[in-house]
């Protein structure tokens, strides 16, 4: 099993310019999340997807939305890049949301100039 | 919203000596978790401790949810132990929400 994966690892980009992080993940978890990390910080809740079909906006939201695509893939995307969204970007999953432990990919570093 | 924090936020070991890292949340969890970021920035878990006592070869991990905290024991550390050890605590029915972590340095 290769847990929980994440692509690309890096990334540059300019102002404006839009991406998607991509995330998969192969324990048929229920529950999939995007965090992100900034430098010296714990990690903070972008969105995340309770189960297939829905997803909800956690502690950071703006200037990001997320596709659930089916159960293993959970995606996020920059529609105008900034440089404030300059982080590290983690994408983890757990069986469901309460209670149960989440398991994280390896993370994207992205940084917007 | 529930509070984590974490102490100390710095710690310098020699090889060999054992340390305790604390974590103080502010509301009741059903979801405790440590996790052990190594230099390369991969987040490892190592606990999740809701509540009781685990123990996984040198590191081991109690949380007395009633008191509302949680202690990381490092045994005979050693330099792969190095990184930054963050906890993490969900209120139930909301999010994960993680301490600003403690800093961990192993010197040989």
């Known amino acids: 099993n290769a847990g929980v994966t994440q692509t690309p690892k890096f990334q540059v980009l300019k102002t404006g310019q839009s991406m998607t992080l991509q995330c998969a993940q192969d324990?048929?978890?229920?529950?999939m999340y995007w965090y992100r990390q900034d430098p010296g910080m714990g990690l903070r809740l972008i969105y995340y997807?309770?189960?297939?079909?829905?997803?909800d906006k956690g502690e950071v939201p703006n200037g990001y939305n997320v596709s659930r695509l089916n159960k293993r893939e959970f995606s996020l995307r920059l529609e105008s890049a900034a440089p404030s969204q300059t982080s590290v970007y983690f994408c983890a999953s757990s069986k469901s949301r309460t209670a149960y432990e989440q398991y994280f990919g390896p993370g994207t570093r992205l940084t917007v100039t | 919203g529930i509070q984590v924090e974490q102490s100390p936020p710095d710690l310098i070991l020699q090889e060999g000596a054992n340390s305790t890292l604390r974590c103080n949340f502010s509301?009741?969890?059903?979801?405790l978790q440590w996790f052990h970021q190594n230099p390369w920035g991969q987040l490892i878990n190592l606990f999740y401790?809701?509540?009781g006592t685990k123990q996984n070869g040198r590191l081991s991990a109690t949380t007395v949810a009633t008191e509302r905290y949680s202690l990381l024991y490092i045994s005979s550390s050693q330099t792969t132990d190095s990184g930054v050890y963050f906890c993490?605590?969900?209120?139930?029915?909301?999010?994960?929400?993680f301490g600003a972590g403690t800093i961990l340095r192993v010197k040989s």
């Open positions: 509301d009741s969890v059903n979801n």
């Open positions: 997807s309770a189960s297939e079909g829905t997803t």
């Open positions: 324990m048929n978890h229920n529950s």
């Open positions: 401790i809701p509540s």
């Open positions: 993490a605590v969900m209120e139930y029915g909301n999010k994960l929400v």
